[in-house]
């Protein structure tokens, strides 16, 4: 068989449900929403803000914005298809055309009973947009312009300089149904299209981080999917060295806490949680894992681990490869 047939017979396998442990497919998530991740649940607002260390996140909806597993599925698809359009010129829309719900589905290796649930965020993605804001701290050397400057340098003759980049991204730049009902009125079909708007676009081919999309999708939680994906993502800075995060980091990126009169009593809980996780992702998804907590409770210790993904990895198939 050659090697045109060996990859034809490959990728007709990719929807078959009997064979997607046997093939796995690769991904992306921008590095943003692996620092700052989407809702875990739905917050019930249009509004919802999440900060870590110097970046925040903000993203605005018309009813509600994207949340849980299904949202961060169908993050990673949009993402997926426009790093692999990178070939395109910047001239050139990328749509993402489904001639039924079920296509989408099948490209989410998700069953049919989802369908309602993929909808509601699709709904979510349509309507919503982002302000990703990063400080970068510097310091510089500045003349005196008055005697009378209130900007006084340090004994290096130095100040303090804040660079914030900031910038509104909408995840569509339009979005297109054809419902078809029978006599009924009962829908039997729902054709759509998505226009991914050129500054999603851009953001997700200059910054975004490959996972394995099959492990990802099977993780139940979307705390261990993000929990994953950032393990996948920090792996590539790690040395020789062990990287500690302290317990308040951990749970501020994370499950922060919100909204309690007992802060410090939340954040045992969350931790906690967390931690629960973390043995179920060592356990279940990521054997290879060099994670563990530190017996004092005072945070996670993570090493060099096997890389979850390779550059050109052959046993990998984009997840938005056609069939």
């Given at each position: 068989m050659g090697k045109s047939q060996q990859l034809q017979k490959l990728q007709s396998s990719l929807f078959d449900e009997e064979n997607t442990d046997l093939v796995q497919k690769r991904s992306f998530i921008p590095s943003v929403f692996i620092s700052a991740a989407l809702p875990l649940r739905d917050t019930k607002r249009n509004v919802f803000i999440r900060k870590y260390n110097n970046i925040t996140m903000k993203l605005s909806g018309a009813e509600k914005v994207p949340f849980g597993?299904?949202?961060?599925?169908l993050l990673s698809i949009f993402t997926t298809h426009a790093v692999q359009s990178k070939h395109l010129e910047e001239s050139e829309d990328i749509i993402l055309r489904y001639n039924s719900l079920q296509e989408l589905l099948d490209e989410m290796q998700l069953p049919r009973q989802r369908g309602k649930e993929v909808m509601e965020q699709l709904e979510c993605?349509?309507?919503?947009?982002?302000?990703?804001e990063e400080t970068k701290s510097t310091r510089i050397k500045i003349p005196s312009l008055?005697?009378?400057d209130p900007l006084v340098p340090d004994d290096d003759g130095k100040v303090k300089a804040e660079k914030i980049s900031t910038g509104l991204i909408p995840f569509f730049e339009a979005m297109q149904y054809v419902r078809i009902t029978d006599k009924a009125e009962n829908q039997r079909n729902m054709a759509f299209e998505i226009k991914l708007s050129s500054p999603f676009r851009k953001l997700s081919q200059q910054h975004s981080v490959p996972i394995n999309y099959?492990?990802?999708?099977?993780i139940t939680s979307a705390l261990g999917k993000d929990l994953y994906a950032w393990f996948c993502y920090r792996n590539n800075y790690i040395g020789s060295e062990?990287?500690?995060v302290p317990r308040h980091s951990l749970v501020e990126q994370f499950m922060p806490v919100q909204n309690t009169n007992n802060p410090q009593a939340q954040e045992s809980v969350n931790f906690n949680h967390i931690k629960e996780q973390v043995e179920i992702i060592k356990e279940k998804y990521y054997p290879g894992l060099k994670v563990s907590f530190l017996k004092d409770g005072s945070g996670m210790e993570l090493r060099k681990s096997p890389a979850v993904m390779l550059p050109d990895d052959p046993r990998y198939v984009l997840v938005s490869s056609d069939n």
């Open positions: 597993k299904n949202g961060r599925l993605f349509k309507e919503c947009s982002f302000i990703y008055f005697d009378d099959t492990v990802y999708k099977n062990p990287l500690f």
